[in-house]
């Protein structure tokens, strides 16, 4: 199906991986050179030492791209040593295109809470290989990871996040919400997030389900949230919209958020599957649909794919609960996100839709356990969704950034005086928006 | 986990409502299902024609003439020569439930091969609640093997009460004329094993052919307008009373599911005909639909018969200016209300009128 990459493409995306222990880069055939100079680009991993590598080789056409590019080192009172280089905004991505580095507009990106990744990472290898993921690992894990070879990866840790955000900022990457840094550190347009204790699940012909390519395919066909089909997906193959269906809302919007479901291990909150210890799910529902506009949902962070151009800063780790954990039961940063999601999509016209694709989510976790912590989450939802049900954005806010800050303002005022975990969220959310701004500028090439 | 109550088969509480025109012999696949039911025929068409029902069913079945005999000058709001006819059959109804089929349409297998039964999962989805204020991304929530995910807030998982199961075809699919002109050959395959709340605020497009409601919660709301003889159009009857029972439903605070159970339409409708039925439709639902989405009923209207004439005030002021057939619509909408607080007063025991009851 998918071709697997090739001997040399492996050993550049090697060389990126390696490329702060390269002292001399001059023994590379020149095409090669050019091809690893845009992977660094691209990958956000040019720092200044590393560019003054390249020009060192003396080599005609990476000095003429480093000056087509205006590449130049920028300094940045906030950030330390290893700073991104910021590119002229007047880059032509069309010549970029004509040097042939566009491979894939997708990112994955893993949050990394287990160290260990093998098992996760080879299961995830046919569907993942052809693409780059970006790992975060969770700064509050103290070993190292352990990732197989043969993938396209950059890695974040700890340190690396510090050095972007600072050691005391408001954002706090740690347990689920470190893949927040992978989606800020992306350049990409589309991104898939699974989480890590999560496998391919099989459908109802038992063939194994590329969830990647389910993602995709939902983000970039048509969402239809105002109007319901009866059929569900009308862009799927074997249906279409049907009768009654209003011909002028046929053509559908933009899908900006794409929610997959799990097999075995449901996402249920910790009283549910305490409950029902024995419960899984193994109904598989051969269905996407729209999620219909001012229509609120439980977005569930376990298997998503977004946009990152339409809504890249809508999704954000702001909502941290007092005794949050390392089991998706123990937190509801993604249902708050998810929820804000929604609320800006609905603002500016873009889909949200919900169903294929499944993973198979491993057993984990001890629902009693996580219950005799943590109640917050749940008693919160009752105030929170309300809220998400009657917020309305002004015409003024037209981009995702714009929306999240009014969002922050709303909920400073309206849910601020009843738990200061809104009062940091709103807080968190408004520093979220500066620091996506800051660095995506000095990341994205412009188009 | 305890064993799972068998769905109770409310034999004396649900009636099926079937239009035809030409004969019930569909009704053979169905008869290990609807035997224990109660029918109410409807026929349309040429009154003189004799339908054959086969043996071993309780029915009562109307002709035209039986129609005006019952209704008089109310008659005008059932339509002549259109299966929206059937409306007439939830109006004389006594039970608490209705369930609607076509006459093309047949059992239907599951994927693993076994036979649906319609009727059961249609009261299943009936006697449960609904959903409507927040989306469970496992679909409904009071399904064996599922429940509600991970930040549905518990104050909303008691439901409202659900008023309409609208089920979805095999086969051949509910497609408007110009789709069917495009993909003639296009069948529905796709087995989704789901049932969900249509969300409040959402319209959708409810087909006739396979639908089930609870008639004492939302009966009125489902006339089935004026179409086919003498009508400009047809084929968007089962539409309009779905977005007149959604907007009503909305109000209410009642739920509608679609999804499951699957039957077998067995017969494709000749596209070209079709095309001439739906073609005003076609052009008329571009203002209709924003009609009804913004449709707003006062909270003085609590019952479904107040919010119908409510709306029917709406139709008139709003759509006769699309076409003069809406002011039509609208007074016969009253006339249909009318028609049905006659023949179901509250509090009397109701009268039998039928023609043809089998012995």
């Known amino acids: 199906m998918r071709k697997p990459p090739t001997l040399v493409s492996l050993a550049i995306d090697t060389a990126l991986l390696n490329l702060s222990h390269i002292s001399d880069l001059s023994f590379l055939p020149e095409h090669i050179l050019l091809d690893l100079f845009l992977r660094t680009l691209r990958a956000g991993k040019l720092t200044e030492k590393i560019l003054k590598l390249f020009v060192a080789t003396g080599k005609d056409e990476v000095l003429s791209l480093i000056s087509e590019l205006n590449i130049q080192p920028v300094l940045t009172p906030e950030y330390k040593s290893n700073f991104c280089l910021r590119l002229s905004a007047s880059l032509n991505v069309g010549k970029m295109a004509q040097v042939n580095i566009r491979d894939d507009e997708v990112d994955i990106v893993i949050g990394a809470l287990h160290s260990d990744l093998t098992s996760f990472m080879e299961e995830w290898r046919a569907v993942f290989s052809r693409f780059h993921l970006i790992i975060v690992k969770d700064p509050d894990l103290k070993e190292d990871l352990k990732i197989p070879g043969g993938f396209n990866l950059d890695i974040y840790k700890r340190s690396d996040i510090e050095h972007v955000v600072g050691s005391s900022s408001t954002v706090v990457f740690s347990g ?18 699974i989480d890590d204790d999560c ?27 105002f109007f319901f089909n009866t059929l569900y997906d009308p862009f799927r193959k074997g249906a279409d919209f049907v009768r009654g269906y209003p011909f002028s809302l046929r053509s559908g919007v933009h899908c900006a958020l794409s929610c997959g479901l799990w097999l075995n291990l449901a996402d249920y909150d910790a009283p549910t599957q305490a409950l029902k210890p024995g419960q899984r799910n193994s109904r598989f529902v051969d269905a996407v649909l729209s999620v219909p506009v001012r229509v609120m949902l439980p977005v569930s962070g376990i298997n998503i794919g977004f946009d990152r151009e339409l809504v890249g800063p809508a999704l954000l780790p702001a909502f941290r609960l007092a005794k949050e954990g390392k089991f998706r039961w123990e937190t509801v940063e993604d249902i708050w996100s998810g929820m804000c999601v929604k609320v800006i999509c609905d603002h500016l016209g873009f889909g949200v839709k919900s169903g294929l694709p499944y993973v198979w989510r491993k057993e984990r976790g001890d629902a009693v356990e996580s ?6 989450g749940i008693k919160m939802m009752e105030e929170v969704v309300p809220f998400f049900q009657s917020m309305r954005l002004s015409q003024a806010a037209v981009t995702a950034e714009d929306c999240v800050i009014e969002m922050a303002a709303a909920v400073k005022e309206r849910l601020g005086p009843l738990d200061p975990t809104f009062a940091r969220a709103a807080e968190t959310m408004v520093e979220w928006v500066r620091l996506w701004k800051v660095v995506t500028a000095q990341m994205s090439i412009a188009a | 986990m305890a ?33 224990p039911y109660h029918l109410i025929i409807v026929q349309d068409g040429d009154p003189s024609k004799i339908i054959k029902v086969p043996e071993g069913f309780d029915y009562e079945l109307y002709n035209r003439n039986d129609i005006n005999r019952i209704l008089g000058p109310k008659a005008s709001c059932i339509s002549f020569k259109d299966s929206a006819c059937r409306c007439f059959g939830y109006m004389v109804s006594k039970k608490k439930y209705i369930y609607t089929i076509d006459d093309d349409c047949f059992v239907a297998k599951d994927p693993s091969g076994k036979d649906i039964n319609a009727l059961e999962q249609h009261i299943k989805n009936l006697l449960s609640p609904a959903t409507p204020y927040f989306f469970n991304t496992l679909y409904d929530p009071y399904r064996d093997g599922t429940d509600f995910v991970r930040g549905y807030p518990f104050s909303l998982r008691e439901g409202v009460s659900t008023a309409v199961s609208h089920g979805l075809w095999l086969n051949i699919p509910d497609y408007d004329a110009p789709t069917q002109l495009v993909k003639p050959r296009e069948r529905n395959t796709r087995y989704v094993d789901a049932v969900m709340t249509i969300p409040k605020g959402t319209l959708f497009p409810m087909c006739g052919m396979n639908l089930a409601f609870n008639r004492e919660l939302i009966g009125p709301a ?37 999804g499951l159970p699957y039957i077998w339409h067995s017969k494709a409708s000749n596209p070209f005909v079709n095309l001439k039925k739906e073609y005003k439709g076609i052009y008329w639902q571009e203002e209709i639909i924003p009609f009804f989405q913004s449709a707003s009923l006062p909270k003085e209207c609590t019952t479904v018969q107040q919010c119908y004439i409510e709306l029917s005030k709406q139709v008139k002021a709003k759509l006769a200016n699309v076409d003069p057939y809406f002011t039509k619509l609208a007074d016969a909408m009253v006339t249909w209300i009318e028609a049905w607080d006659e023949l179901n007063p509250s509090g009397e025991a109701p009268v039998e009128k039928s023609n043809g009851k089998a012995k």
């Not at chain 1, 496998?199 to 949230?225: F, R, S, Y």
Request: glycine content about 8%.
């Open chain 1, 199 to 225: 496998i391919p699940a099989k459908d109802d012909m038992g063939e194994l389900i590329d969830a990647v390519a389910q993602h995709i395919t939902n983000l970039t066909t048509p969402a239809t949230p």
């Open chain 1, 176 to 193: 689920y919400s470190c893949r927040y840094f992978g989606y800020l550190m992306s350049c990409k347009k589309y991104i898939v997030s």
């Open chain 1, 371 to 376: 219950l005799k912590k943590e109640w917050e």
């Open chain 2, 3 to 35: 064993g799972i109550a068998p769905t109770p088969v409310l034999k004396d509480e649900l009636d099926i409502v079937i239009p035809t025109i030409r004969n019930l012999d569909f009704l053979e696949m169905w008869r290990p299902f609807f035997q």
């Open chain 2, 222 to 258: 489902m006339y089935f307008g004026l179409m086919g003889d003498g009508q400009p159009i047809g084929r968007y009857d089962d539409m309009w009373a779905g977005w007149c029972t959604k907007v009503i439903c909305d109000h209410l605070g009642l739920g509608i599911k679609t």
